[in-house]
């Protein structure tokens, strides 16, 4: 099977969490203050493991990961658990060596991307495949729990006026725009147009052939500000842009799986959490889709709410506090 883009280090979404990442690190000691008060004075890199029963939830230093690590955390409280947080360490190197040690107990995870980091090879072809193929690799002190069906993944979407003429909407598929190509004009990165999970799998899987392709950045500023002008109809966007619902675009379908697959997910050191804490976890995951995590991020990074409160107020929402 050709290589996919999502399990290579020059992959669109890993070129977006890197740039994230940095504007994040400026950003930490700011978003750090979100935390609960037993993080003040906490240095997000100490090798410290948990005592005393207490669960750790660290995350990565963008946005998403801190919202999903407030939700794993709230959620453990609501069961009585004792949380502390390490919000904003900085990337799965750091991150995927403190669970490895104890220091963290809990990280919210992205099935697909994590297994790239572990196995860079590896070409799974379905959810279960994916998570079977990262827990196989794997340290053996940690566990990845139930996946959910929230994912950010990268997507084929087009914008509101490209929907509107053509009678696109959330059900329809890449292959119903395949008989439009000739009009469209679609805008990625500028590996996009070489890649299988590029324009090489949307004419193999998809028959999708667009009239031009213009070379803009990873699912960034300059693909969003293209698709809002529309110098492109359709780009490769990350499901979880919060400008896909101020926009009112349209995410298709990819019923062949194109794009694999980015399930939100935990990662668990063993035996720092209790098989309440794991039910717990699970339920999490149970309830959350792509829908509610775009809606979450949408607060966050949109409408510039406070992580914390935004992910009470969906735990609450949905009878898991």
């Not at 993080?39 to 919202?67: C, F, Q, R, T």
């Not at 500028?190 to 803009?216: D, N």
Request: proline letters at 4%; a positive charge; charged letters at 20%.
């Amino acid at each position: 099977m050709t290589s996919r883009v999502k399990s290579s280090w020059s992959s669109p979404r890993y070129l977006r969490l890197a740039a994230v990442a940095v504007a994040a690190a400026t950003a930490a000691p700011l978003l750090a203050g979100c935390g609960s008060s037993s993080d003040k004075g906490s240095d997000p890199l100490a090798g410290k493991k948990a005592s005393g029963g207490n669960v750790v939830v660290g995350s990565n230093n963008y946005p998403e990961s801190v919202l999903l690590g407030y939700l794993y955390g709230e959620a453990l409280k609501a069961k009585g658990i004792k949380v502390s947080y390490k919000p904003n360490i900085g990337s799965r190197e750091t991150t995927y060596g403190m669970m490895k040690n104890g220091s963290l107990t809990v990280m919210p995870e992205f099935n697909g991307a994590l297994l790239a980091y572990l196995d860079p090879k590896a070409t799974p072809t379905t959810v279960a495949t994916t998570n079977a193929a990262a827990t196989a690799k794997l340290d053996p002190k940690l566990i990845l729990l139930e996946s959910s069906a929230a994912q950010d993944k990268d997507s084929i979407t087009v914008n509101a006026t490209t929907a509107k003429k053509y009678n696109l909407t959330a059900n329809s598929s890449i292959a119903d725009l395949s008989q439009y190509g000739k009009d469209i004009v679609i805008g990625a990165s500028p590996e996009f147009q070489t890649r299988h999970q590029g324009l090489v799998g949307l004419k193999s899987e998809y028959g999708l052939v667009p009239k031009s392709f213009k070379a803009l950045d990873a699912g960034g500023a300059l693909t969003e500000a293209a698709l809002k002008n529309n110098n492109v109809q359709a780009a490769d966007i990350f499901t979880t842009d919060p400008t896909i619902k101020a926009q009112n675009w349209v995410v298709l379908q990819d019923p062949k799986n194109l794009f694999g697959f980015e399930n939100v997910l935990p990662l668990v050191y063993k035996s720092g959490l209790s098989q309440t804490g794991v039910d717990t976890l699970n339920a999490v995951s149970a309830k959350l889709d792509t829908a509610a995590l775009l809606d979450l991020d949408t607060q966050v990074q949109s409408d510039k709410k406070d992580s914390l409160a935004v992910a009470q107020a969906w735990l609450k929402s949905v009878g898991l506090t």
